[in-house]
């Protein structure tokens, strides 16, 4: 489960760009994959403005919540303390991706269309 969680408070560092209306938007029924430096993949899915699924490298499924702080995302899943994003400079959509370089290594993301699993 360590991994699991460490994998989603991952994908709430950081998207980075020009300036937005709200960080958040562009989630709203889209799934951001994460590809951890082993090549574990982590799926978020964020069904509405207030809750994510979560499939876990190892098949797994948790509930949680996030939720915009001004410029910044925050996520809550399972028993977890909430984690929130760097300020976020523009807001990711579909079709969009990066890198974050993290402790662990560099984790790739991308957004994509709809529930991804």
Not at 17 to 32: E, S
Not at 36 to 43: N, Y
Not at 63 to 77: A, E, F, L, S
Request: charge should be negative; hydrophobic fraction near 40%; aromatic fraction near 6%.
């Amino acid at each position: 489960m360590k991994k699991f969680v460490l994998a989603v408070a991952v994908s709430t560092v950081a998207f980075a760009g020009a300036a937005f209306a709200n960080a958040g938007a562009g989630l709203v029924g889209n799934t951001v994959t994460l590809t951890g430096p082993d090549g574990a993949v982590t799926k978020i899915y964020y069904p509405d403005a207030s809750s994510i699924v979560v499939k876990g490298a190892d098949g797994s499924e948790a509930q949680g919540t996030w939720r915009v702080d001004g410029d910044k995302i925050c996520t809550t899943v399972a028993d977890a303390a909430e984690n929130c994003t760097a300020p976020v400079e523009e807001a990711p959509t579909v079709g969009s991706s990066g890198t974050i370089e993290g402790e662990q290594g560099a984790v790739q993301w991308a957004v994509t269309e709809g529930k991804g699993f």
